[in-house]
């Protein structure tokens, strides 16, 4: 799940998925305009709460997790949702960003039961 989910986002982003969270604190931005990394890391921090909120359900709840598309869905709630919390020049590349993601994973996943 989590590694479609990263698959996606960097389908959608042309971003590397993160090799750990060591790379992710240090070296996977390398490269990318500075003013961009904390835009992007709100995404990837969107990307990690979606996938320990689907986690937890299947732990704790015990449902179904479908398809990637409910994780990557959630993430670009979240994403909607923490661009109103941003700066108001960067509440519009969130909103952006989310529709991109929300668009790639509907042309990904459709027609498609499950993954």
């Given at each position: 799940?989590a ?13 590397s ?10 070296a996977?931005?390398?490269g990318i ?9 709100v995404g990837?921090?969107?990307?990690f ?6 986690l ?14 409910q994780v990557l869905?959630?993430?670009?709630n ?15 590349p969130?909103?952006?960003?989310a ?8 042309s990904?996943?459709s027609?498609l039961?499950?993954?």
């Amino acid at each position: 799940m989590a590694r479609l989910t990263w698959t996606t986002v960097h389908s959608a982003f042309n971003i590397s998925p993160p090799n750990n969270m060591a790379h992710i604190l240090g070296a996977w931005l390398q490269g990318i305009d500075k003013t961009l990394h904390p835009l992007i890391l709100v995404g990837a921090a969107a990307v990690f709460w979606s996938i320990w909120l689907c986690l937890n359900d299947i732990v704790f709840y015990k449902k179904k997790i479908h398809s990637c598309m409910q994780v990557l869905l959630l993430c670009t709630n979240w994403l909607r949702l923490w661009a109103l919390l941003q700066k108001v020049q960067h509440n519009e590349p969130m909103e952006s960003g989310a529709k991109r993601l929300e668009w790639i994973t509907r042309s990904l996943f459709s027609g498609l039961d499950a993954f």
